[in-house]
């Protein structure tokens, strides 16, 4: 089936079709988000099933998130700036968002969490969560006691580089999640290697096929810094 985006008739409170906010002339930094969600019964997504679409340092710091499947009310979607390590755990000493919904949330619905706001079925988990004008990361997965890293990854987005790094050394930098595949269900955003911007959305088609969407949205030529 094809998705269409935005949904006016699919929205609730909190949550907007995608028309995503203009951003600001690009800046050169260093940054990488990753967005992540635990759930503590069987895994209710897969990877891309919610993606990254929009990505703010600020003020106020702000991230985008497209429901591109189903997301059962109750699912912990859990957003972190930490990077992802080599052997797919997240580094510490970053802040933890949890998005979770109170009814199910359909395909090719947007919510925003933005600081300083009040953002509907937002809460932190741990403290500390923002977008970092010097560098971050916002990375998307739910828990699975199965693996070693207790995480099934489900969407990451940097713009730290135009590419993943091989381990998250310091706060600037995110290794690729396992599980995850550049082009499908993980974007680098960055200018080059080593050169990212404060913010970025993506301004690709907004009708698809779940799997043109993703692919759409996973394509760094389709965002704007």
């Not at 977008?131 to 006691?145: C, P």
């Not at 995110?174 to 960055?190: D, I, K």
């Not at 050169?195 to 799997?211: H, L, M, N």
Request: hydrophobic share 40%; charged share 20%.
């Amino acid at each position: 089936s094809r998705l269409r985006t935005p949904t006016p008739a699919h929205a609730r409170a909190g949550m907007r079709a995608l028309t995503l906010p203009r951003t600001r002339p690009s800046h050169r930094l260093h940054a990488c988000t990753c967005v992540a969600l635990l759930a503590d019964a069987a895994l209710a997504l897969s990877p891309g099933d919610v993606a990254v679409i929009g990505i703010s340092a600020g003020p106020p710091a702000a991230v985008d998130l497209l429901a591109l499947g189903t997301v059962p009310a109750g699912t912990a979607v859990r957003v972190t700036d930490a990077g992802v390590r080599a052997d797919g755990s997240l580094r510490a000493g970053e802040g933890i968002l949890t998005w979770e919904p109170s009814s199910d949330v359909e395909a090719g619905t947007v919510v925003r969490w933005a600081s300083g706001a009040t953002s509907p079925d937002f809460s932190e988990t741990q403290s500390g969560f923002s977008v970092a004008t010097g560098g971050d990361s916002v990375v998307v997965y739910e828990d699975d006691s199965s693996v070693p890293q207790g995480m099934a990854f489900v969407f990451a987005a940097t713009t730290a580089s135009s590419d993943f790094d091989e381990d998250a050394l310091d706060d600037l930098s995110c290794a690729l999640p396992p599980g995850l595949e550049v082009g499908a269900s993980a974007v680098a955003l960055g200018l080059s290697e080593g050169i990212s911007v404060a913010e970025a959305r993506y301004d690709g088609p907004r009708e698809g096929t779940r799997e043109e969407l993703r692919a759409h949205i996973a394509d760094p030529s389709q965002w704007l810094p």
